[in-house]
């Protein structure tokens, strides 16, 4: 892969936007992502395996949990330093991202909100320093946009919970350390639960052969008579509105992740276009290449500028769930076809390893769709302003 030179795009000077130290976490987040990830992520996603090597260096830039108090390990940043983290993890890529946010909005958001002081204590600060690696299990093989529809459930034995059902697409499934489950009690309510690797009846088998998100490990998650201790179940919040609040935030960091994508893109497609000649000049002298160029770095800097402002909401705590929907369904899009604009400038070389924004265009098929699909996306928008629900 040709050496990192990447030059963030900041075309409005967003950047007296933020605080030294939403600059400082950017910064440092950008560097982390130069020095470890943009030398190892092409050989990684070729070899299809999540380099377990980053997990201390994203520990330690605060990527897991950026958000969490720090008496709980966290690094108790506010949303935009959040996500600015998710938006330079994933300018390297979204699987390195896809890990981060789930680990912090996934896995430890739910047990900070829901959880008992106990778990909090318990897991939170491994979590926090990577000792520890987390997924989220709500979807099933017969419930991805209906996930109210799941069929996963426990029954309460006296002393433990006896768990029983099967999860498909999970991020970090295969070598994660706990499972936060989405299961349905004897009373159709929906409950979180803490499922510990180890457990008898518990596995977690990869799923294999995907053309996207390769340098992240996805798995499903199935419990035979999982003896789950009572313990484990997080008592805070029930119902399908505990893990929508969860995804809420998922959502959020994805939408700053998408931007991080869509300027690597860019960034590559302009430089490239500046060197590259045909026909005795740059191709950055022709109209249809600027045509591309121009649009692209329109589209990034609006959504630079939405992203910002549902920071500013969500650090406010006026975030509405709709305004996330619209951020991460218009962010990702972009990203998509920018990646995809980018990709023909390249010409030829935009299909190799050699750049990475092939790459970048087939994680974004995940992206667009998981965390709620593009379509889902445009249905709760749809849902907010008209007030009929049409899922
Ligand atoms: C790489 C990857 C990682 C993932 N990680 C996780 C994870 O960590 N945890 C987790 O729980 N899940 C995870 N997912 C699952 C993801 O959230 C689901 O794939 C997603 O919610 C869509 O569900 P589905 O794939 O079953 O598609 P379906 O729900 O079957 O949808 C298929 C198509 O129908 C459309 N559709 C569905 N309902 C409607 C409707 N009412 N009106 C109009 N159109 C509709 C959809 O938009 C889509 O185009 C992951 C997925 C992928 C691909």
Redesign the pocket.
Known sequence: MKPDLFQAPDYYNLDELLTDEHKMVRDATREFVKREVSPIIEQAAQDAKFPKQLINGLAEIGAFGPYIPEEYGGAGLDQISYGLIMQEIERGDSGIR?TAS?QSS?VMYPIFKYGTEEQKEKFLPKLASGEMIG?????EPDH???PGGMTTNFKDKGDHYLLNGA?M????SPFADIAIVWAKNEEGRIHGLIVERGMEGFSTPETHN?W??RA?A?GELIFDNVKVPKANLMPGKSGLGAPLGCLDSARYGIAWGAIGAAMDCYDTALRYSKEREQFGVPIASKQLQQKKLAEMITEITKAQLMAWRLGTLRNEGKATSAQISMAKRNNVEMAINIAREARQILGGMGITGEYSIMRHMMNLE?VI????????HL?ITGLDITGHAA?
């Open positions: 896809s789930v996934l997924c989220f299990g709500l979807t991805g946009s209906n999860k697409w999970i991020s970090n995907k996207s998100l992240s996805t995940s769709t998981y965390e709620g699909t593009h379509d889902i249905l899922f």
